[in-house]
């Protein structure tokens, strides 16, 4: 298992979370997601950085949007990019997580982009095999590469992250999206507000160095960005809200609630998103303030720059030649 070359920018050989990135390697991360916006909108979109590379898309857990711009990333940079799906892989006849990883390791793919639903399982599968793993979403823990499209959304549209102030409202306790925009939201120097219900709140929230509401109209106050989740009852044991229609009410993002933002607050949700639960439909489609499929454009160009800056750790094909 090789390190990144310490003259790369970038010194990690894996992106599993926000949490240990500094606030140059996310700059650095959108500074270069920026550059593949605009290759991006060109009718030729192909390059050649990934030529001769192998990438898997290992998903354990369904998606629509993370998938298809992990896979559109790689296919624009040139590599060949394999979707394992879940369904009909041997993970169904019981295989380990680990002896999947053995399996695809041995079969030498250089970038494997992994989404679980366990914390943590795509960290212990980067400990086993030889290539770069990029985490696309681990239980609640983390989503590095959605906080990077929603950091770079916010960047394009308000020119700066710093100083602005983020209200991430809804299932905060199940949200690794929420979790990972917490991390790079305050390495960038924004002010992170949470709004959520206190059963929708993690237990050691007042650690995260973040305001806490759990009254929406308190927590929109003035605030510039509203971003919104969805309530994620697939990982919901129990009671933790009342009815639909109820949290609709106190915490569904509607245009009074919205009124109480600023003028030009923005619209974010990293979807998929339950229309008339979290938010109002009018609202999500609102093209003067939601900035949601902006969003889903962004999301290929910065798996492109992450995609792109681990590739510079790869051992050099013309080596081994
Ligand atoms: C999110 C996810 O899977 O964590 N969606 C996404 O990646 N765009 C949020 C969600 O499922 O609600």
Do not use: W
């Not at 219900?197 to 007042?206: D, H, K």
């Amino acid at each position: 298992m090789q390190p990144a070359p310490s003259d790369t920018p970038f010194r990690h050989r894996h992106l599993l979370g926000i949490e240990r990135l500094s606030a140059e390697e996310i700059t650095l991360l959108l500074d270069l997601a920026e550059s593949y916006v605009s290759l991006n909108r060109r009718a030729d979109k192909k390059q050649d950085l990934l030529h001769g590379r192998t990438q898997l898309n290992l998903f354990f857990e369904s998606s629509t949007r993370t998938r298809t711009s992990f896979e559109l990333a790689g296919k624009r940079l040139g590599a060949d990019v394999l979707n394992i799906s879940v369904r009909t892989s041997a993970i169904k006849k019981g295989e380990t997580l680990i002896d999947t990883a053995m399996t695809l390791n041995a079969m030498h793919p250089d970038v494997l982009v992994v989404r679980h639903p366990d914390s943590g399982a795509v960290k212990l599968l980067s400990e086993k095999v030889n290539c770069s793993v990029v985490n696309a979403g681990d239980g609640s823990h983390e989503h590095p590469t959605q906080a990077l499209l929603d950091g770079l959304t916010i960047r394009r549209r308000r020119g700066r992250i710093a100083g602005l102030t983020v209200a991430i409202c809804g299932d905060v306790l199940h949200s690794r999206v929420a979790r990972s925009n917490i991390h790079l939201l305050n390495a960038m120097g924004a002010r992170v507000r949470l709004v959520a219900l206190p059963t929708l709140l993690p237990t050691a929230v007042n650690r995260l160095g973040v305001e806490v509401h759990t009254d929406m109209r308190e927590g929109l106050k003035d605030c510039d960005i509203v971003m919104m989740l969805r309530l994620q009852t697939e990982r919901m044991h129990g009671s933790f809200v009342p009815s639909e229609r109820e949290y609709y009410h106190f915490f569904g993002l509607d245009y009074e609630k919205l009124a109480l933002a600023k003028e030009d607050a923005l619209i974010m949700h990293p979807g998929p998103m339950n229309r008339g639960i979290e938010i109002d439909s009018s609202v999500a489609d609102d093209i003067t303030r939601s900035v949601i499929l902006d969003q889903v454009e962004l999301g290929v160009a910065v798996r492109q720059a992450c995609l792109d800056v681990l590739s510079r750790g790869l051992p050099d094909l013309r080596h081994n030649q």
